[in-house]
């Protein structure tokens, strides 16, 4: 696709958790515990300091959803649950939010103001979310020229969706507090691909700080996209680098195939007339199994939409349909979706019935009739879906949309506005002096990092897995404390941890720093041997025994014990010493009968050595 000719617009928000203790309290960011409580809540709308109501808001509040809390041991406090105030800001987060604006040619305030937005979804049993802008009008450079940083901000984590059922959510506390920054770029995207590149940069930046989170859901994505005559839509919840590319390559088609759609409607003379009819008579009695199982004890209505027909069938990206789209907003009130006309209405097995409906509404073959079946929320949904396919004949409405595994997205709720921000009461403004900027440094970045470690004898693989890891840190300070060969310690710190966890399912995890600090010690002074790593950490972590009795009962084989293995396994195969694969051949019993108990160099030194002279 021709993306300048489209009119294609773009930014990027990079949400990153930090590697720190909760924002405004004392608890723990792990989210390794177990829930022990809950607690249930309702949230409501009010109006904003403007005296508007967030239309975001507002349609989170008419769903009327119930929401439980579970908390945790030292992962949530009283603070989560809305029912102590906020501590001071931690100073850590502010240093690190400062560094990432700094970082990006941000301007920094003078003074920093928290502030309050309305989120009444759940995600915070407060309903709203605390954040402060830190930076704002930076850049950044990219092989597409320079790309705008609108805001840099810190804010606080929301709560994670544990659980959905009917019309409850629960949601778990111990992710709630947790610092985010967040970095926002202006909308200088060219394409698709750029905007894989941008993302991927902002992430390497982050990274380079080496005080933020790593794992799954500790960075994700939102992305703002529009082309010319369709509205901005927000894409949330991108974790994966790898679909972003194609998640915005198929918004660009949606929104192109809706406004397709928009022009043939017109053409049409299209129209969503009021009424709605109650139906259940007409399925009562019904033999077919989808009535039975769906439709059965339920209020059923329906409606025409005049001059759709064949519309609905019409795929508007990937595999999802227009008639999917509409659906998507009686899922949002709680239904289970909808049935129409444009549907191959023989799989359910209800073509007498909806034979009748088109009677009923005196349907031509330009026209679609809707069936929607629900008890709470019916009326809710179905006006909800009739707005939609009002709106689709005027324009493609401003939303925000989930993202799905496929790249296509799916409908959230409406686009918030600028009514839900006004100011945070409970935490005073903070002064940036100049002193305090002179004092954040600019981290050094991956490409230079990775450049150093390379020059230091690494491999350009294991520098890349190195700078990748939470072990980075503990690699930069045993490196200067021991003997051991660099590749060697870089290796054990990462390969080797990947593939015992990948080959032998030890949870890897949940090693820290200061227990593979001692190992590696010991590995340093001969005192276990190198090969017995994945022993040592599979009895930790799996037997859950202690680690310094495992070292204690670990065997290590003396040089001389070795040695007169070694020669025992040489001599026992006299025949084979001229063969040029004799130390391949020797090396296995050697190793069957070290068992683990002497390092692996060793053993191949002293075996070459002992061929050698045996020759």
Same mark, same amino acid.
Not at 492 to 516: A, C, G, H, Q, Y
């Given at each position: 696709?021709?993306?300048?000719?489209?009119?294609?617009?773009?930014?990027?928000? =990079?949400?990153?958790?930090?590697?720190?203790? $909760?924002?405004?309290?004392?608890?723990?960011?792990?989210?390794?515990?177990?829930?022990?409580?809950?607690?249930?809540?309702?949230?409501?709308?009010?109006?904003?300091?403007?005296?508007?109501?967030?239309?975001?808001?507002?349609?989170?509040?008419?769903?009327?959803?119930?929401?439980?809390?579970?908390?945790?041991?030292?992962?949530?406090?009283?603070?989560?649950?809305?029912?102590?105030?906020?501590?001071?800001?931690? %100073?850590?987060?502010?240093?690190?939010?400062?560094?990432?604006?700094?970082?990006?040619?941000?301007?920094?305030?003078?003074?920093?103001?928290?502030?309050?937005?309305?989120?009444? #979804?759940?995600?915070? /049993?407060?309903?709203?979310?605390?954040?402060?802008?830190?930076?704002?009008?930076?850049?950044? *450079?990219?092989? *597409?020229?320079?790309?705008?940083?609108?805001?840099?901000? @810190?804010? %606080?984590?929301?709560?994670?969706?544990?659980?959905?059922?009917?019309?409850?959510?629960?949601?778990?506390?111990?992710?709630?507090?947790?610092?985010?920054? %967040?970095?926002?770029?202006?909308?200088?995207?060219?394409?698709?691909?750029?905007?894989?590149?941008?993302?991927?940069?902002? &992430?390497?930046?982050?990274?380079?700080?080496?005080?933020?989170?790593?794992?799954?859901?500790?960075?994700?994505?939102?992305?703002?996209?529009?082309?010319?005559?369709?509205?901005?839509?927000?894409?949330?919840?991108?974790?994966?680098?790898?679909?972003?590319?194609?998640? !915005?390559?198929?918004?660009?088609?949606?929104?192109?195939?809706?406004?397709?759609?928009?022009?043939? @409607?017109?053409?049409?003379?299209?129209?969503? /007339?009021?009424?709605?009819?109650?139906?259940?008579?007409?399925?009562?009695?019904? #033999?077919?199994?989808?009535? &039975?199982?769906?439709?059965?004890?339920?209020?059923?209505?329906?409606?025409?939409?005049?001059?759709?027909?064949?519309?609905?069938?019409?795929?508007?990206?990937? #595999?999802?349909?227009?008639?999917?789209?509409?659906?998507?907003?009686? *899922?949002?009130?709680?239904?289970?979706?909808?049935?129409?006309?444009?549907? #191959?209405?023989?799989?359910?097995?209800?073509?007498?019935?909806?034979?009748?409906?088109?009677?009923?509404?005196?349907?031509?073959?330009?026209?679609?009739?809707? !069936?929607?079946?629900?008890?709470?929320?019916?009326?809710?949904?179905?006006?909800?879906?009739?707005?939609?396919?009002?709106?689709?004949?005027?324009?493609?409405?401003?939303?925000?949309?989930?993202?799905?595994?496929? &790249?296509?997205?799916?409908?959230?709720?409406?686009?918030?506005?600028?009514?839900?921000?006004?100011?945070?009461?409970?935490?005073?403004?903070?002064?940036?002096?100049?002193?305090?900027?002179?004092?954040?440094?600019?981290?050094?970045?991956?490409?230079?990092?990775? $450049?150093?470690?390379?020059?230091?004898?690494?491999?350009?693989?294991?520098?890349?897995?190195?700078?990748?890891?939470?072990?980075?840190?503990?690699?930069?300070?045993?490196?200067?404390?021991?003997?051991?060969?660099?590749?060697?310690?870089?290796?054990?710190?990462?390969?080797?941890?990947?593939?015992?966890?990948?080959?032998?399912?030890?949870?890897?995890?949940?090693?820290?720093?200061?227990?593979?600090?001692?190992?590696?010690?010991?590995?340093?002074?001969?005192?276990?041997?190198?090969?017995? +790593?994945?022993? =040592?950490?599979?009895?930790?972590?799996?037997?859950?025994?202690?680690?310094?009795?495992?070292?204690?009962?670990?065997?290590?084989?003396?040089?001389?014990?070795?040695?007169?293995?070694?020669?025992?396994?040489?001599?026992?195969?006299?025949?084979?010493?001229?063969?040029?694969?004799? +130390?391949?051949?020797?090396?296995?019993?050697?190793?069957?009968?070290?068992?683990?108990?002497?390092? &692996?160099?060793?053993?191949?030194?002293?075996?070459?050595?002992?061929?050698?002279?045996?020759?």
């Amino acid at each position: 696709m021709d993306y300048k000719k489209l009119g294609f617009k773009c930014g990027i928000e =990079v949400h990153q958790r930090l590697d720190t203790k $909760k924002l405004f309290c004392n608890c723990s960011s792990t989210m390794k515990e177990e829930p022990v409580d809950e607690v249930v809540r309702k949230l409501r709308a009010v109006p904003g300091e403007t005296g508007e109501m967030d239309p975001a808001a507002l349609y989170e509040f008419l769903r009327d959803r119930r929401f439980i809390y579970k908390t945790y041991p030292s992962e949530s406090w009283e603070v989560e649950l809305d029912e102590e105030p906020p501590h001071n800001i931690r %100073e850590e987060a502010m240093d690190i939010s400062l560094q990432v604006a700094k970082t990006l040619g941000c301007e920094i305030p003078d003074e920093i103001h928290p502030m309050r937005k309305t989120v009444i #979804d759940g995600s915070n /049993p407060s309903g709203f979310q605390r954040t402060m802008l830190v930076g704002l009008d930076g850049g950044m *450079e990219t092989s *597409e020229g320079t790309v705008g940083i609108e805001n840099v901000c @810190l804010e %606080e984590e929301s709560a994670q969706i544990l659980n959905r059922e009917g019309n409850t959510v629960t949601y778990g506390l111990n992710r709630l507090g947790i610092p985010l920054v %967040e970095i926002g770029t202006a909308p200088d995207i060219k394409n698709p691909g750029h905007a894989r590149e941008v993302a991927e940069s902002l &992430g390497k930046m982050l990274r380079s700080t080496r005080k933020v989170q790593r794992g799954i859901g500790s960075i994700r994505q939102d992305v703002n996209v529009s082309i010319k005559g369709g509205s901005r839509i927000e894409i949330k919840g991108l974790q994966e680098l790898d679909i972003l590319e194609d998640t !915005v390559r198929k918004e660009v088609e949606r929104q192109k195939s809706l406004l397709d759609i928009k022009e043939k @409607l017109n053409r049409r003379g299209a129209s969503v /007339p009021d009424g709605v009819l109650d139906v259940e008579e007409v399925f009562e009695g019904s #033999d077919s199994k989808f009535y &039975g199982r769906i439709m059965k004890d339920k209020d059923i209505k329906a409606f025409i939409l005049k001059g759709f027909g064949g519309l609905l069938a019409n795929k508007i990206s990937g #595999d999802k349909t227009f008639g999917k789209e509409l659906s998507e907003y009686a *899922e949002a009130h709680g239904l289970g979706g909808i049935i129409h006309t444009d549907e #191959d209405i023989e799989k359910y097995d209800l073509l007498d019935e909806f034979c009748e409906l088109k009677k009923k509404f005196d349907a031509g073959k330009d026209d679609v009739i809707v !069936v929607a079946a629900g008890t709470k929320g019916l009326d809710e949904a179905i006006e909800a879906v009739k707005d939609r396919a009002k709106k689709s004949m005027e324009e493609i409405p401003e939303e925000t949309r989930d993202s799905n595994e496929d &790249g296509t997205t799916s409908y959230s709720r409406p686009l918030p506005g600028k009514a839900r921000m006004y100011p945070e009461t409970d935490v005073p403004a903070i002064r940036i002096g100049q002193k305090k900027l002179e004092t954040i440094e600019i981290p050094e970045s991956l490409e230079k990092k990775k $450049k150093d470690l390379i020059d230091d004898g690494l491999s350009e693989h294991l520098a890349e897995e190195i700078l990748d890891s939470r072990f980075y840190d503990l690699f930069g300070e045993l490196r200067k404390s021991v003997s051991m060969d660099l590749s060697t310690l870089a290796n054990l710190l990462t390969v080797e941890l990947k593939d015992l966890k990948k080959r032998d399912s030890i949870p890897t995890e949940k090693i820290n720093s200061e227990d593979l600090r001692t190992i590696l010690t010991y590995i340093d002074r001969d005192e276990i041997p190198k090969e017995s +790593f994945g022993d =040592v950490l599979k009895k930790m972590l799996q037997e859950e025994k202690n680690l310094e009795d495992i070292l204690d009962e670990t065997e290590v084989i003396n040089d001389r014990d070795l040695e007169k293995i070694i020669e025992e396994v040489v001599d026992s195969k006299k025949d084979i010493l001229d063969d040029e694969r004799a +130390f391949k051949k020797l090396m296995g019993p050697v190793m069957q009968r070290v068992g683990g108990k002497a390092d &692996g160099e060793k053993v191949s030194y002293i075996l070459e050595k002992k061929i050698k002279e045996k020759k």
